[in-house]
């Protein structure tokens, strides 16, 4: 395995562990733990404690090493994760054009209209779920692990860290995120991917310009 690999094995690992709550804010991250249960040395933690530092999830200390600290989701960071979430959608886009790759578009369909009876209901925390279950299965589609866990962090990051005004940001937004859903499944239905991924570029300019209203 690449030293490139090993580092982001502990990355995930380590991110994993502090948003799912096994390490918990004021809990001592031991670089020698974690190699060892990985097994790889202590260079490519190392290098992932210091990619999570620059992410605010841990503080390195002079006498206590690399500890969880308590930390929001400020709205550069929520950017971030909008232009992370854009390129998965679109290189799943892509692998379905190249490969074609075939998706249940009725089931797709189902959980749009679910979705928009969650927002006529105003069920705004069970729409935003919902919004995360069909962006993680249309992912799935790709069929890469780590695009999966990356959106499963990214779910688990929204929702333990980001403040009230971040997070309601998609349910502002649900009627053109909706239509955007469906024109992208008529793109995908009628073999238009260079279409649907305008959407994608559409909607998260939208995602973007609501964020810093």
Do not use: W
Request: charged share 30%; net charge neutral; glycine share 2%.
């Amino acid at each position: 395995m690449e030293k490139q690999t090993y580092e982001k094995l502990a990355y995930y690992t380590i991110k994993e562990k502090i948003l799912t709550g096994k390490l918990r804010v004021g809990e001592r991250i031991t670089e020698s733990i974690i190699a060892e249960e990985l097994k790889i040395s202590r260079t490519p933690v190392r290098k992932a404690l210091a990619i999570l530092e620059k992410e605010n999830l841990i503080e390195v200390r002079a006498n206590r090493g690399a500890v969880v600290i308590e930390s929001s989701m400020s709205v550069n960071r929520f950017v971030e994760l909008l232009e992370i979430v854009e390129t998965l959608v679109k290189q799943t886009l892509v692998k379905m054009e190249n490969k074609r790759i075939k998706m249940d578009i009725e089931e797709f369909e189902r959980k749009i209209k679910q979705l928009k009876k969650l927002y006529q209901d105003g069920s705004e925390e069970s729409f935003i779920m919902a919004l995360f279950d069909y962006l993680f299965e249309f992912i799935r589609l790709m069929g890469n692990h780590y695009a999966n866990r990356f959106i499963q962090l990214i779910e688990n990051d929204f929702d333990l860290k980001a403040q009230k005004e971040i997070k309601i940001i998609p349910y502002l937004l649900a009627e053109k995120t909706l239509q955007c859903l469906e024109r992208s499944l008529q793109n995908i239905r009628d073999y238009n991917f260079a279409a649907a991924r305008e959407e994608v570029e559409q909607i998260m300019n939208q995602y973007i310009v609501q964020t810093f209203r």
